[in-house]
């Protein structure tokens, strides 16, 4: 569960490790301006990785798992 709580935590304050994120963080190693989404090549930010058309039919699979799951915990 530490793992989920610290992705949950990372999700809610949109600190998750995106292309964007990274180049601010780490200039020295993510220094190349044209590190974009690998799917659909726009820049990958935390709510492009919620709207990215090309990922967007997994992202409803993962979100429907997610909710079964919570479903069976209750």
Do not use: V
């Amino acid at each position: 569960m530490p793992i989920l709580a610290g992705l949950s935590i990372k999700c809610f304050n949109q600190d998750l490790p995106t292309i964007e994120n990274l180049k601010q963080r780490r200039p020295d190693l993510y220094n190349c301006e044209h590190w974009t989404c690998p799917y659909c090549d726009r820049a990958e930010t935390f709510d492009h990785l919620w709207s990215c058309f090309a990922i967007r039919h997994n992202i409803e699979i993962y979100l429907e798992d997610a909710i079964h799951f919570l479903k069976k915990l209750i």
